[in-house]
């Protein structure tokens, strides 16, 4: 039996597709399937439209999910760009500004720090070993600063910085100071840059939408492998694990198993894992989270 640990689509797949004789069970702490991905109906000029309010793009390089999309019946769209966009930030007290532009307008003195952080930064993903970071020359040290450091040390004006931590929560749910600079570059590089990740012009991470909303994803994957495979509500205490069996502790039960698939970030799954040998679940993750 294999227990999957939180909610993610690949797992959920390998369950159904990759290994289908296989006793599975999905473990999710959450009382609805789709993680970050939820999309909820609000009223609308002409009666109700369905919004996601959570993780909701997808662009035309991210084969694996635009297979998935097919393989589920589902349909995307190009996400709306034209016409004049809306920015707020600095609080309710901040001015709003719109631009139309695919970044937004910066003074002089600004636009100048952009384009030599981004020079920076573009030399640096330029290194990357996506396949296997840790190979990255200079690792140890971009893995032992935040992204908030490296921006504090090069960026020179206050907006800037600011403009950074937006869209660091914007795209990774976190602030710069929590996530490993590697990480990001890591990230970045994979996606083919970081002006990929921001924008939503063809062959860039925001290019396309999900008909109906991305939490369909995970709402059709989950009738797939039969919702009673999939217990919601159920957060995960502890893992410990031997040579053989791996046991798995929630609020609810305790799951023996073969494997444990954890979907969540290492240096969180690491806070559940009992390291009880040499080889401990806790060991491991904990050097993947390096790599």
Known sequence: MRVI????????KLLKIGVPLTKSCV????????GRTVSTEIPAANGVDRWDFGGQWVGSTQTHILELIKELGLETYPQFSIGKKVHHMGGPGAKVRTYSTSILALSPL???????????IDRLLATVCVQDP???????ELDSMTLQSYIDKQAWTTELKEE?????RSLFGMEPSQMSFL???MFAAAAGGLLALLESTPGCAQE???KGGTQQLSQCLAERVGFKNVRLGSAVTAIWQDAEWARVSTTTNTFLCRAVIVTCPPHL???????????????ILTDAEGK
């Open 164 to 168: 950074m931590g937006l869209c660091s």
């Open 110 to 120: 600004v636009l100048m720090d952009l384009t030599q952080l981004l020079w920076k």
């Open 208 to 210: 396309l939408k999900i």
């Open 134 to 140: 840790s190979m990255t020359p200079g690792a140890v």
């Open 5 to 12: 640990l939180y909610w993610i689509l690949s797992a959920v």
């Open 183 to 185: 990480f990001f570059l």
């Open 27 to 34: 473990v999710c702490h959450a009382g609805r399937v789709g």
């Open 269 to 283: 799954a690491g806070q559940r894992a009992s390291p009880t040998s040499v080889h401990s679940l806790n060991e």
